[in-house]
């Protein structure tokens, strides 16, 4: 089983999607290098030898993080599997 959890950082007002304008750019989250210090951090086994798809992986789990090519982050993809 697999679930995929996108991360923005959504606008403050919006309570649903639909409040979201359709012309709407998420603003950056957060330089690409600082996510990664704070994911490993928490988590020190979390491979991020390709700093935009990193791979966290447990008993019974593994964790795709992917973060895109820019060093300014717009979005978190992660992508769970189970």
């Known amino acids: 089983m697999s679930w995929d959890l996108w991360i923005y950082n ?12 359709d012309d709407w750019q998420p603003p ?5 290098s600082e ?22 992986d ?3 789990y ?3 993080v992917n973060l895109g090519k820019s060093e300014d982050c717009y979005s978190v993809v992660l992508l769970f599997y189970t």
């Open 10 to 21: 959504w606008p403050k007002d919006a309570k649903t999607v639909r409040d979201i304008p």
């Open 28 to 32: 950056v989250i957060a330089p690409r």
């Open 58 to 60: 447990g008993p019974g």
């Open 35 to 56: 996510i990664i210090s704070k994911i490993k951090a928490v988590v020190p086994t979390a491979d991020f030898s390709k700093p935009s798809d990193g791979v966290i």
């Open 62 to 64: 593994s964790i795709e």
